[in-house]
């Protein structure tokens, strides 16, 4: 946030904001499981958020393995195997594009602060899967479709 005020950017620094957003939402998200877990002893509440924290990960992966590929840090620079152009024709805003601003820490954590005053924890968690599980599948489709295309 620092280097953002003061106008400063460097690839490391890219990386950091990059990485530093994605432990951020997935140690709030593991401190939401494992709260809840302790006050209410669910273990089906346990079970879905430890994989959805794992579907997580692999969102990241695929979005990181993207990045490096790609020569950049730059998160908001992602595209989807079947959206990336060949660079001649501009590219009309997806539905990927438009849904990227809740898939945000700022987002995520403005949801997470209203459930937890709302006192919908497990709520939270439930609701969490779908997006999260969504996300995974898609990308998980994208990277079938990238390797697809190559071979």
Known sequence: ??????????????????????????????????????????????????LTTLASLGVSFFIYRFLLKNNTANAAHFRLSWERSTGHEPQAKSLFDRVKPVLKRDFFILVIWV???????????????????????VYTASFIHEKMKAS
Request: without cysteine; charged residues 15%.
């Open 1 to 50: 946030e620092m280097a953002r005020i003061k106008g400063l950017s460097s690839k490391l620094g890219a990386w950091m904001d990059t990485v530093a957003d994605d432990i951020l939402n997935n140690a709030l998200f593991i401190a939401l499981i494992v709260g809840v877990y302790r006050e209410m002893e669910n273990s089906f509440l346990l079970t879905l958020g430890g």
């Open 115 to 137: 459930f937890v005053v709302l006192n919908l924890r497990p709520a939270l968690i439930l609701l969490s899967a779908l997006p999260v599980w969504s996300a995974f599948l």
